[in-house]
């Protein structure tokens, strides 16, 4: 499976509709209960899969967040008064 949960998620999810569709292909009478619950589990998958896309690119700026506010505690560090001399430690 894929190195990231949302990946996988999303694999699982389309996964899911896939079937809930082919389902929905071999029934004879679409007017079925079973029918409807194929239709039910499409949305369903759908719905997840959105779901999977939008946590995946919260994701992704969390962690451009975290490296910017790296990039910029090493850039404030190097403006403190003494630094590279070991009294910014001090500080």
Known sequence: ?????TES???WFTSAT????QAIVYDKDIHT???YMSFA???LAKGLKELSV???ATYLLLEEVKRML???GRRDAALRPGAGTGAADRW
């Open 1 to 5: 499976m894929a190195d990231r949960p």
């Open 9 to 11: 998620a999303q694999i």
């Open 18 to 21: 896939h079937h809930y569709q």
């Open 33 to 35: 209960p079973e029918t």
């Open 41 to 43: 589990g499409i949305d």
């Open 54 to 56: 939008g946590l995946r």
């Open 70 to 72: 790296v990039e910029q």
